[in-house]
C-alpha cells in the first residue's frame, strides 16, 4: 500500500492538470482567447470551443483559401444553430480580432 500512494498522488495531479488545460479559456490550437471571441460573438464560450473543435488550423498559420473554406464550412453553422444572428461577416471580423497571426485579407 506504501509504494502505491505516490502514484495515487501523481494520478491526481496529473488528472487535475490535465483538466485545468483542457478547460482553461485558450484554445491549444491556435491559441485563441476563447472567453474574448464568444463574448464577442455573444454566445456561451462553451459554444464556441465546441464548434471550434472540429476546424483545423494550419500549423503553418498560413492557410490555403481552401482551408479557410472548409474550417468556415465547420465554424459558422455550428456557430449559427445556436445564434442564428451570426453572419460570414461578423465571424471574420471577431476572428480576425484574435487571430495570432493578424487579419486574413478575405
Known amino acids: 500500500m ?19 488545460v483542457l478547460t482553461s479559456p485558450v484554445l491549444a490550437k491556435g491559441d485563441r482567447p476563447t472567453d474574448l471571441i464568444s463574448a464577442d460573438l455573444d454566445i456561451p464560450e462553451r459554444v464556441f470551443i465546441d464548434c471550434f473543435s472540429d476546424v483545423q488550423p494550419d500549423p503553418g498559420k ?15 453553422p455550428c456557430l449559427q444553430d445556436s445564434i442564428p444572428a451570426i453572419t460570414n461577416d461578423l465571424l471574420d ?9 493578424g ?4
Open 2 to 20: 506504501r509504494t502505491t500512494l505516490p502514484y495515487v498522488f501523481l494520478t491526481l495531479f496529473l488528472g487535475l492538470t490535465l483538466s485545468a
Open 62 to 76: 498560413n492557410p490555403s483559401g481552401a482551408r479557410q473554406k472548409m474550417n468556415k464550412a465547420v465554424l459558422l
Open 93 to 101: 471580423e471577431v476572428m480576425d480580432r484574435y487571430r495570432p497571426e
Open 103 to 106: 487579419p486574413f485579407h478575405h
